[in-house]
């Protein structure tokens, strides 16, 4: 009260007016009230105890750990594998994960690595990361920058890169395994850490499977795993829920005729015109056959016929990739292929042993990847706690492939759950937005994530979520 009196002293001797004084007072009085409650709060905020945030010291033992984590960083980038050929960073692998005191066996499905770690009872949870890399040659100007080649499975000489961040999982995984075991006192269960050869082939998780991966060693409760994300900034992690990556399959189509002279094309079955006839109307499945707004794709990748001007083929053959978001629209989309090349065969007057023929490459198919909603929402929750709700965002379904899923479709039906991490400045985020030029994008040659901030975070999200599962209560 004091305060509003001396206010008004002062005011009235500059207004004559007694209520215009007092009101002024009034107003200045609030003012002042609260500009004092925010230096307040402020003095407060500054004096006060600061309140530790969960990850606080898995931030500070990453700090410790990173600089040798990026020496193993730059030398995983610089030697990268091919998929099935990825001995020597399974050797190293192996050799980390021995060093943080896991029981590791190797040659599971290949090139295969499981490392195990014991802490008393409760879930037993399954890290995962990927070891190839991919036949492209780096241009991103790295001094730790890739040069590596080898040969294919054909004998060609091709370059090696990793492009799909594959050496940025490498190193978390690593990291998480060295922290996991340090930290072993805020948490109960076994840790099965799985590093898997050919996942750029798709085979690498079902190899494992088969070689024994759930009856060889504990069966996981849960699995998780973390894929690098070109358009996402370094220092955020992303989710979703549900679906994540897509069916794929690869189908062969043959499409024969009846060849001869290109002056005389009525003696003919033309098989290019059926060919393009068939692009065509391959396009109206996702269109006009499927329910509007259900994701697929059903792209022609290549087509090859003929030899020379003037020579109509006998065949032409056709490479396609189909992307589906479930079981039912996948077989309803090869359904439709092969109903729509018979119908157009027999519309074109061919035989019925030169129809044309549908092939679906069941060995290269790689099924739907669907993260478990309650695991998924579990270990979101616990992001949002470490990191803030601003760097959590929810990321929509992509079409890529992505093998872990054959992780969830055992009969087991483990709940397994991959998350995003973001890898690029903001800036280049925010100045890819505004003018519409795309950033690098996965299996780019220009693809470079940023080391650090990527690596930290990784680290400290695949340790929040495992103790999200296993911690102490």
Known sequence: MWILDAIEGVLAKQNPNPSAARFLAVQTNMKSKCLFTVFLAGWCSITAPAQARPDDAVARTVDQEYPSLFELYKHIHAHPELSLHEKATAARIAEELKKAGFEVTTGVGGNGVVGVLHNGPGPTVLLRTELDALPVKEETGLPYASTATTKNGAGVEVPLMHACGHDVHMTVFVGTARLLQHIQSQWRGTLVMMGQPAEEDGDGATDMLKDGLYQRFPRPDYC????????????????????????????????????????WPHDTKDPIVLAAETVMALQTIVSRELKPGTPAVVSVGSIHGGTAHNVIPDEVKLQLTLRSYSDEVRLQTIAAIRRI???LGLAAGLPENRLPVVQVLEDEF?????????????????????????????????????DFGQLGRTQEKVPICMFWLGTVSVESVTESQRSGKPLPSLHSSLFAPLPEPSIKTGIRAMTAAFLEITGKK
């Open 341 to 343: 090349t018979h119908g």
């Open 224 to 263: 998780l795993a973390v894929h690098c994300r070109p358009d996402q900034p370094a220092g955020t992690v992303g989710w979703t829920e549900g679906p994540a990556h897509a069916n794929v399959d690869s189908v062969d189509i043959t499409i024969r005729g009846v060849g001869g002279h290109g002056a």
């Open 366 to 402: 790689s099924p739907v990847m669907v993260n478990d909603p309650a695991l998924t929402r579990r270990v979101t929750q616990m992001f949002r706690a470490v990191f803030g709700e601003s760097n959590v965002l929810h990321r929509d379904p992509v079409m890529g492939a992505e």
